[in-house]
């Protein structure tokens, strides 16, 4: 009886995999949404590009991001570029992205390196290269120099953001 459960199981999601299955897609995406983290919220946009065919399992993507972030009731603005590994069914991703932020506070700004690795989600909503919904995880780090100008920190972001392929 168990095998039985077991060989059904492995069957329906092989059969969900295919039905989710997007081969043709649109390379270039734009998003924007919200952010938000433990007494954080924000907004970011970005944009992405994807190069189906150069790798041999899965689908490369590069994008660009630039994002605000308020901790308590300091600002952090930041910008990034991120390379993106979307392992089967160009669904769900893996990703890092490398960049640089500020934090304004109320004597002065102090910079970082941003070091961010991230996992998230792609759902189409209603046809395929059309709209997006994109939840995701972020951890950034920000590793910042000794010197008095700079921070250095974790920030764990929940994001959910909607978009457009083209």
């Known amino acids: 009886?168990?095998?039985?459960?077991?060989?059904?199981?492995?069957?329906?999601l092989f059969a969900?995999?295919?039905?989710?299955?997007?081969?043709?897609?649109?390379?270039?995406?734009v998003l924007?949404?919200?952010?938000?983290?433990?007494?954080?919220?924000?907004?970011d946009v970005e944009f992405e590009r994807t190069f189906?065919?150069?790798?041999?399992?899965?689908?490369?993507?590069?994008?660009?991001?630039?994002?605000?972030?308020?901790?308590?009731?300091?600002?952090?603005?930041?910008?990034d570029v991120r390379a993106r590994w979307y392992p089967w069914s160009n669904m769900f991703y893996a990703d890092i992205g490398f960049g640089y932020g500020s934090l304004f506070y109320g004597f002065g700004t102090a910079s970082a390196f941003i070091i961010s690795p991230g996992v998230g989600w792609r759902i189409d909503i209603g046809q395929p290269n059309a709209w997006v919904f994109v939840p995701s995880?972020?951890?950034?780090?920000?590793?910042?120099?000794?010197?008095?100008?700079?921070?250095?920190?974790?920030?764990?972001?929940?994001?959910?953001?909607i978009g457009y392929s083209f």
Request: glycine letters at 12%.
């Open 1 to 12: 009886m168990k095998r039985y459960f077991l060989v059904c199981l492995l069957f329906v």
């Open 16 to 29: 969900a995999s295919g039905v989710f299955a997007q081969e043709d897609r649109a390379p270039n995406t």
């Open 32 to 43: 924007g949404g919200i952010n938000i983290g433990f007494l954080t919220f924000g907004a």
């Open 52 to 79: 189906p065919g150069l790798l041999p399992m899965g689908t490369l993507a590069a994008s660009i991001e630039a994002g605000y972030t308020t901790v308590l009731i300091f600002p952090i603005f930041n910008a």
């Open 137 to 161: 995880i972020q951890f950034n780090y920000f590793a910042g120099s000794k010197s008095n100008d700079d921070f250095g920190g974790t920030l764990i972001k929940l994001n959910a953001r």
